[in-house]
Nanobody
């Protein structure tokens, strides 16, 4: 059974930092791309950052480039999102996502989601 469990959300002031963690079980990080999405009420869930199954290639949405860092610890089967210089616009529920990924980065197959963790940034 695949499980993705997020942790690390909370309330922080603008300019502060938070680190989110996604504990993954039931699948292998070396064969799955893991991504962080975020969602605010009434809006779609948007991709924030991802890390490919091979090569550690990362992607960042433009608004978080230079502030967020996604990393993977395959031994611990966790994927982290370090978020620095947070702004109120980063307030959202953050979700961890996993899908199978080919060596060239093509994602396919079932998609798995965590339950989400709330991040609130006060001004």
């Amino acid at each position: 059974q695949v499980q993705l469990v997020e942790s690390g959300g909370g309330l922080v002031q603008a300019g502060g930092s938070l680190s989110l963690s996604c504990a993954v079980s039931g699948l292998t990080l070396t064969t799955h791309r893991v991504a962080w999405y975020r969602q605010t009420p009434g809006k779609e869930r948007d991709l924030v950052a991802s890390i490919r199954s091979t090569g550690g290639i990362t992607y960042y949405e433009d608004s978080v480039k230079g502030r967020f860092t996604i990393s993977r610890d395959s031994a611990k089967s966790t994927v982290s999102l370090q978020m620095n210089n947070l702004s109120p616009e980063d307030t959202a529920v953050y979700y961890c996502n996993a899908r199978k990924s080919s060596a060239t980065g093509v994602i396919y197959g079932d998609t798995y989601w965590g339950q989400g963790t709330q991040v609130t940034v006060s001004s």
